[in-house]
């Protein structure tokens, strides 16, 4: 036993009772200390003859929240937690579980090895492993059918939802509720144990009810919905044989668990889960955030009603300014809308509905902003607009008040120049729909103060978003590397791939739509206007990248908005746009093109080939803080698959050396769009990766 074993295991005896405490915090994992630790516990206590039961709970805020995850990847350390589970499923002495908080992953298979369960309320259970590329590997896709019934451990495992606990009493999973603290209630646990008032019992005793028709459904939905994941069908297959002996569907789950964790994608979903973390940590994150008791919105159409939305939401007063009345109630109307929809989704009661509007203070006028303690301007994309509201802004709102731009490129040190307190100016660029997206640029000016900063920072927490920092350049990190990506796919379609090739090969990547479904969806009169304010600082050697674009566009065809774009929208209907193949064969005569066809792996290696140059010069330009940030961005802001970790992630993969010779294959083409960035070079030469960088940030 070493020290970090007595530290994070320890046993009380209480007359007949053995209280085993857990103590590793934060979150109570897992880690090899603690399986030793508990590993001794349960054979000491049971060798010793002392007690005659074991109550094991856990101190600080939460129960064991799963295996230690920053484990996975390295060699294994004994006792492995399935044999240590077995071992206290078998303790001769009965074993309960005290669940507070989270209980979590290989937290929730502990409870299940144990004879009896009980909860404190309010506190939650789940099976997470299948959003980190895992299924649970230490008994949950046998003890919860078991106990459950296997459609229950279907949802569990194959959504990975956290479980009230007060609804896994009634699904059996934890057999009484209790209130107050942990060792208390482990006590009054094992009294009732000793006392027979809390009945105690093996799982691997139980027989699993067969349920052949949950299993094919849950099949068939994977198959739909996950086609490129290998976590969801292995957790669908360890519980179909939990109906044979457990030890055998422990083997069965063991070996799926094992596979799991060599695949790229669990590497891939388990940097996301740091990387949604690590980007909180920044230069400013030890600066006090300013108080924000209130906001004002400037603005009342689709970003400023989700930002406002997205506030009310978090419980925070808004006053939504606008223009007009007329405007001013389209913006109540959109946020009651998203209200509504917010209660729809269970997001919001429908008793608490009401009191959050009631925090909406709508106001024509940007006098009404005096006195509230951040302000975010959420207005259309023009410098001189935007300046005459910040200078504007600048006489009325109170000192000490935050000033926040929600452009999505412009820049903020020439927003914040106007005004006499630059150091109070932020971007805080959300992603639409604002409510519901969870990512949030927040972007620094060069005169930013570092507690408005980690206001910005506190502010994403709040409102359940996560913070990435941005420097100040054209569409800082998201929009930059897209403006740069987005040209690929305009050349490949021109050089003979069609739109919908396109799409189908980066949906097949794992993209949720492709780049000209997700045009049609935004609207394409945005990048036809993105390319007319940058048309007179177009290098005179850049291929332009809006032939078709541009067509489509002047036919007043912006996507779904106007029922047509890349393809024609019909009700829920959707179909290629005949109308393009033909402004794209006339594109290509124009330009002297003939058409060669590409491999839907040359579509997908280009295009991530393109997206990975431009996040590598963001790195190299300080615009990105670490390649980690590039990744959320896109994970969390673009669609791109989780399981890929992000595209500097992905770009580890591929590897910098291979990268340098893409680049310089696809440059004979075009020298000027293919260029190697110097940081991809300087990796290639010294062998390094992003994922190096990260660790050195
Ligand atoms: C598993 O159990 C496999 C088994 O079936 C089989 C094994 C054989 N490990 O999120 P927070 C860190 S797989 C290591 O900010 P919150 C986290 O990085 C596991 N570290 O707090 C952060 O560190 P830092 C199944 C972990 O209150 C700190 O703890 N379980 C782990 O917002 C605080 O975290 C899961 O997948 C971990 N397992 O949320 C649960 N968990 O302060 C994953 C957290 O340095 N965890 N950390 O940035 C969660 O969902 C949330 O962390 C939790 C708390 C809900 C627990």
Redesign the pocket.
């Known amino acids: 036993m070493n020290d970090q074993t007595k530290q994070s295991v320890t046993t009380e005896i209480v007359g007949d009772i053995a209280l085993v405490a857990i103590d590793n915090p934060?979150?109570n994992?897992?880690?090899v200390h603690v399986r030793q630790g508990l590993q001794n516990a349960v054979a000491t206590i049971n060798a010793g003859g002392a007690a005659k039961v074991i109550a094991i709970y856990a101190k600080g805020?939460?129960f064991i929240?799963?295996?230690?995850?920053?484990?996975?990847g390295k060699p294994p350390m004994p006792p492995?937690?399935?044999d240590l589970l077995n071992e206290v499923e078998q303790s001769a002495i009965p074993v309960v579980c005290v669940l507070h908080?989270?209980a979590?992953?290989?937290?929730l298979?502990t409870a299940l090895a144990a004879h009896a369960r009980v909860a404190i309320k309010g506190s939650r259970i789940?099976?997470?492993?299948v959003?980190?590329g895992?299924?649970?590997?230490?008994?949950?896709t046998q003890r919860v059918p078991r106990l459950a019934g296997i459609p229950v451990a279907l949802d569990m495992c194959l959504s990975?939802r956290?479980v009230k606990v007060e609804e896994a009493l009634t699904m059996g999973l934890v057999d009484r509720l209790d209130e107050g603290d942990p060792r208390d209630v482990a006590l009054r646990a094992a009294q009732d144990v000793l006392n027979g008032a809390l009945e105690t019992r093996r799982v691997c005793d139980i027989e699993t009810v067969a349920d052949d028709e949950a299993l094919d459904a849950a099949r068939a939905m994977v198959a739909k919905k996950h086609p490129n994941l290998v976590s969801p069908q292995a957790c669908i297959e360890a519980i179909a044989v939990s109906t044979g002996p457990l030890l055998d569907g422990l083997k069965v789950e063991?070996k799926a668990?094992m596979d799991c964790l060599n695949t790229p994608q669990r590497a891939g979903l388990i940097h996301a889960?740091?990387g949604e973390?690590?980007v909180?940590?920044v230069p400013e994150k030890s600066a006090t955030p300013r108080d924000v008791a209130s906001i004002g919105v400037i603005g009342g159409g689709t970003m400023g009603s989700g930002i406002a939305t997205s506030a009310l939401l978090a419980g925070i007063p808004v006053t939504l300014v606008e223009v007009t009345d007329e405007a001013l109630q389209r913006g109540v109307a959109t946020i009651t809308g998203n209200l509504d929809g917010a209660v729809k989704r269970g997001k919001l009661s429908a008793e608490k509905r009401d009191a959050t509007l009631a925090k909406l203070t709508p106001a024509t006028g940007l006098e009404a902003l005096g006195d509230v303690d951040l302000v975010i301007e959420a207005v259309f994309e023009q410098m001189d607009v935007k300046k005459e509201i910040f200078g504007k802004l600048d006489t009325i709102c109170k000192p000490g008040a935050i000033l926040a731009s929600n452009t999505s490129y412009l820049d903020i040190d020439e927003i914040a120049s106007v005004t006499s307190r630059p150091a109070d100016v932020i971007g805080l660029h959300f992603f639409s729909p604002a409510h519901i997206m969870r990512l949030l640029e927040i972007v620094v000016g060069d005169k930013t103060a570092p507690e408005v900063t980690a206001t910005g920072f506190a502010l994403a927490k709040r409102m359940g978003k996560v913070g990435v920092r941005a420097g100040v350049c054209d569409g800082f990190i998201g929009n930059r590397i897209l403006a740069h990506y987005a040209k690929t796919a305009a050349y490949l379609v021109m050089d003979g791939a069609t739109p919908q090739q396109v799409d189908q090969a980066l949906e097949d990547f794992g993209f949720a739509m492709g780049p000209h479904k997700v045009g049609d969806l935004a609207g394409l009169d945005i990048g036809w206007m993105t390319r007319k304010r940058k048309a007179a600082d177009m290098p005179s050697n850049e291929r332009y990248a809006g032939d078709v674009a541009d067509r489509i566009c002047e036919n007043g065809w912006f996507g779904r908005k106007t029922g047509q774009g890349y393809y024609i929208y019909e009700g829920r209907d959707m179909r290629p746009n005949p109308e393009v193949a033909k402004i794209i064969e006339s594109e290509r005569q124009k330009a002297g093109i003939t058409p060669r066809s590409f491999t839907d792996q040359e579509i997908v290696d280009r295009y991530l080939t393109a997206m990975i140059v431009e996040s590598a010069r963001v790195v190299e330009d300080g615009i990105a803080l670490r390649p980690l940030d590039v990744d959320i961005v896109f994970l969390m802001g673009y669609g791109f698959p989780r399981f890929r970790g992000g595209p500097l992630h992905y770009a580890d993969t591929i590897g910098a050396a291979e990268l340098v010779r893409r680049i310089e294959e696809y440059a004979k083409e075009d020298p000027h769009y293919w260029q190697v960035p110097d940081l991809l070079r300087d990796m290639a030469r010294d062998g390094r990766s992003f994922a190096d960088i990260n660790k050195e940030a």
Do not use: C, K, Y
């Open positions: 934060p979150v994992a897992l880690s805020r939460t929240a799963g295996a230690d995850i920053t484990e996975f492995a937690l399935p908080g989270t979590l992953g290989g937290g298979e789940g099976l997470p492993e959003l980190i895992l299924l649970p590997g230490a008994g949950g990975g956290q063991r668990f889960f740091f973390r690590a909180a940590n």
